[in-house]
């Protein structure tokens, strides 16, 4: 180990105490460079971790500025998420103005907000006013008002549009902060990991250095007493902290089985809002926004027919205009109401209409995801999982041949969609929440449920 290293940890354990140290410092590996020194992290998380926290503390360690080695941390795997190697973070000790610069950084640090969910897309109405302004003012006060914010309500009424939104505003508003936005589902996949890999303190610290944590679909946690154990405490020391904890559910909380009294309690001592299914106004304008974001704008007209044909679910409205707006390309005429009206009463096959490149389109949509990211070769878990299940619907409702979907997925191999087709199978048999994305994937397909 290089001597100067040697000499500076004993200080530095010291400045930052032995838990930080043991689970930070010690695991680094020290090279030494003609430069100064190289401290190579496991991944780029570790990185910003310690670049954020730790930097000023390691260049301290190391002696004054004037006669302190540059230190660099550097990944020395590439990281899951990253497709290309994360280059090093460099800093000289002398440039305390830029460190200081990277300490008040504010970005997303957990999970991943939807592009285009943002309040400027979303229609505002009786139906979710209540909701919409709470999510408003939860930007305005974070953490001080309205916390948490609870926000309940049927599949595909925009709970998650509207969460999205909050994590937006706050991420790129006046009022910046450090923001995390993610599934409970994935909550407890990263609690899973950090669990195997004896991580738990990374774990805790990365969602407790949040100023917003927003949980989406907390209904999930029912049943599931590991999790909810965990997330009780990352929302307690939130909460006391005065940071902004939002939630969404399917149901109130008080509806939620299988919940802790102490969450439900929790639950319940914030501000409850529904979302409920928007009136034929709001589901016109819905279908003229979606058109317009498309970039193939349609008469208020044709966005009448449309909403008169589906019912309640804005999934379901964005099913039908994806349809309309399919055929209309493709049969490259103008649309009435009427033909609209016979397009969605079936008259016309969805089937012709579904193409590999939509499946993957409405599966990355589904995740959040770029549908690049699905034809790439990484291999991060929730990539992984999301391709597997874009390849069974490949197979399913674009009647495919494994060749032709290996193909449209970055040119794999046509086994490896035959496995992916196999594990979906078999997992769905067992996975309730899995039938249930399906399902809903397939009716942004436009295709009938599957069992
Ligand atoms: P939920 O989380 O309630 O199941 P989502 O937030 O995923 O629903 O919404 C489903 C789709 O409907 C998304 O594409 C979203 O943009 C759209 N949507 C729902 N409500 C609105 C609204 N009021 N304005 C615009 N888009 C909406
Ligand atoms: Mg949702």
Redesign the pocket.
Known sequence: MDAEWQAALPRLRDAIGERNFSVWIEPIRCVRETRGLRLEVPNRFYQEWVTRNYLQSICDALGPPESAPEVRIVVTEPAEETPSPTPGTTVKPVKRESTAASLRKRTLQVGRL?P??VFD?????P??QVA?QAACQVVETLGKRLNPLF?W????????????AIGHSVLHGERRGRVGCLSAEAFMNLLIGALRQDQMNAFRDRFRELDVLIL??VQFLAGKERTQEEFFHTFEALYTAGRQIVL?S?KPPHAINELEHRLRSRFEGGMIAD?RP?TFE?RV??AC??AQLNGTPISHEIASAIARCCGP???E??GALTRVLAIRSLEKRDLTDVSVERILSGAVPARKLVSVESVIECVA?HYGLRAEDLRSHRRARALSQARQIAMFLCRLVAHASLASIAEQFGGRDHTSVLYSVRVVEERKRKDVSLQRTLD?LLSLLDAPPVH
């Open positions: 939807v285009h969910y897309n979303f229609v505002v109405g139906s979710n919409s926000l309500g049927g599949v595909g009424l925009g709970k998650t549009h509207l969460v999205n989406d679909d969404t399917d979302v928007p709001m304008e819905i926004r979606k679910s804005v999934r409205l964005e949509a809903e």
